[in-house]
């Protein structure tokens, strides 16, 4: 036997590290077949966008209806490609815009003036093909967001998550908004998607539809609409179109009751899964509370096996994520050591499995 010089002990080293390398090499790869890791930013926030590429995130899903509410429509364009150019300084692609580009309450509400929120949502869609965003992800809950009761509550470790119950919604009582029906939801949701779909299609921009959160109806008061798979099912048909499509909010899908690996395999088998929301809850729709990303009650490893397997190849993002220690709870379920540790669950799964992802 040889004896052991330094020369060779860093020689054999050195080869060591090249076999563990190959062994256990990223199955991360880039493609039309692979799903598209992302995270959640916003223009001007350049320490988090260096953070997501620090953790290997390259793509972002951005929210631009601050920049494009201090514009006139006819410098959308302008505006969403600075934004764009900013983030691509900071090697991130942006993978699609989430929330509504422009205001949009009067249309959900079916109030005067939405015929021009409509007009400059058309606007900004057909600006979203031209900069080459492709897909938008949007809602339709009227007067009230993704609705919490209580948002300290205390999980794993003392961390600070969300919870709903019903209730203590209903004890609320109405908003300003008082008693809307959801047969009117549905008629101000119509009358919006027969506008905005033929612009989407032109634009090739794939409009994500988020469910309702939390998919109950009424919500002190206002109708619901996006709450089961039928209602999707609904929507899909009311106006046929490939872009006419969904975002995969995988916990609201569990709290109305579905079967949600199911119901995701038919909709990647039609391709209409354009955008995916990685979260999950206990309990259902009338209560729950928000988990980490592995102890909630969804099989994560099968959903993230389901997703590659059905051919997705849109955006992924950990969503909603409990306020870890040293964090603040200003935005609740958007605090970014919760997200840190999302990135690292779902990137062991994937590697774990030999999943491609970019």
Known sequence: MPPVTRRRAIESAALLSAASTRAFATPKASGPTSIKFALMQNPGSSVKQKLGKQMGVDYAIVGVQGELNKVRKEQYVETLQRIKNEFAANGLTIAGVESHPVAAE?????????DEEIENYKWAIDALGKVGIPVLCYNFMAGLGWYRTKVNALGRGGALITEFDDEAARAQGLTEWGEISTDKIWENFNYFLKQVIPVAEKANVQMALHPDDPPITPLRGIGRILISAKNYRRVLDMVPSKVNGITYCQANFVAMGEDVEALAKEWLRQKKIFFVHFRDIEGTGHKFRETFHDNGQTDMVKMLKIYSEGGFNGPIRPDHAPTMEGDRNDR??????????????????????KLPYA
């Open 106 to 114: 009067k249309i959900k509400l079916g109030l005067p003036g939405r």
């Open 332 to 353: 609740p379920g958007y605090a970014y050591t919760g997200k840190v540790f999302a990135i690292g669950y779902m990137k062991g799964i994937m590697e774990a499995l």
